[in-house]
Antibody, heavy 117, light 105 residues
């Protein structure tokens, strides 16, 4: 059974860059889509983007200018960088696996990132 | 970009009730819709994909239907463990937008 685990700082200062890594165990990162989704406290899910094992990426238009996804197949990890953060970026960040045409069948537990000085 | 809406935004139901949630897309997305269940404090769980295909391990009281721009998730007989928020998501092409959610309590 594939498992995903997010890691990274839980507190980021405004204007700085948020960086998270997702470690994948129990399966290879060489196939499927690898996604990031976030959820502000008390709100709905927001799709951030995904990356293929090839390195091809697709981003949410609203975040595209600030987001970079990367993948390290040797470590079975993929990463999120979100630059110039504001308090509006405070959220639980989930990493996830997409299969088939894109449905997400496996999620990490999520990690809360708070943007505050 | 294609927008996703859901109705109702919340509903109250009793154990044993039939519950139906509707998801609408602003443009035709064929059957590229998934439904997720999220319990408080937990990650979402895939229930349905391709509009009507039940994910392995999901109880058969959950079903999905629709194509084009209108989709429904039905719980045939609500159980206490079904209290959660339900989201639809389109995935016919990026961005893979989620609906705003429907809270069932």
């Amino acid at each position: 059974q594939v498992q995903l685990q997010e890691s990274g700082p839980g507190l980021v200062k405004p204007s700085e860059t948020l960086s998270l890594t997702c470690s994948v165990s129990g399966g290879s990162i060489d196939t499927n889509y690898w996604s990031w989704i976030r959820q502000p406290p008390g709100k709905g899910l927001e799709w951030i983007g995904y990356i293929y094992n090839s390195g091809n990426t697709y981003y949410s238009p609203s975040l595209k200018s600030r987001v970079t996804l990367s993948i390290d197949t040797s470590k079975n990890q993929f990463s999120l960088r979100l630059s110039s953060v504001t308090t509006a970026d405070t959220a639980v960040y989930f990493c996830a696996r997409g299969v088939g045409f894109g449905q997400i069948d496996n999620w990490g537990q999520g990690t809360l990132v708070t943007v505050s000085s | 970009d294609i927008q996703m809406t859901q109705s109702p935004s919340s509903l109250s139901a009793s154990v044993g009730d039939r519950v139906t949630i509707t998801c609408r897309a602003s443009h035709d997305i064929s059957n590229y819709v998934a439904w997720y269940q999220q319990e408080p404090g937990k990650a979402p769980k895939l229930l349905i994909y391709a509009a009507s295909t039940l994910q392995s391990g999901v109880p058969s009281r959950f079903s999905g239907s629709g194509s084009g721009t209108e989709f429904t998730l039905t719980i045939s007989s609500l159980q206490p463990e079904d209290i959660a928020t339900y989201y639809c998501q389109k995935y016919n092409g990026a961005p893979f937008t989620f609906g705003p959610g429907t809270r069932v309590d």
